[in-house]
């Protein structure tokens, strides 16, 4: 999830604005815990999770 949707319970505004000082600690923190997973749609996950399984049943194939 994107902070950009996210609302502060704080004042009421839009966490990317950083109005008051709860909105810019979690806008800071949001942008600091994104991560390569986190900013793939689900078409890329899916493919990337299909090219895993493949390498895992050709690695067991040659051991077999």
């Not at 996210?6 to 810019?24: M, Q, T, Y």
């Not at 806008?27 to 749609?41: P, Y």
């Amino acid at each position: 999830m994107t902070y950009d949707r996210l609302v502060c319970a704080n004042c009421a505004a839009p966490v990317s604005e950083g109005r008051c000082p709860v909105c810019r600690a979690n806008r800071e923190r949001l942008q600091q815990e994104s991560n390569f997973f986190a900013g793939l749609n689900p078409v890329a996950l899916v493919a990337l999770l299909a090219v895993l399984v493949a390498a895992v049943a050709l690695l067991a194939q040659r051991a077999a």
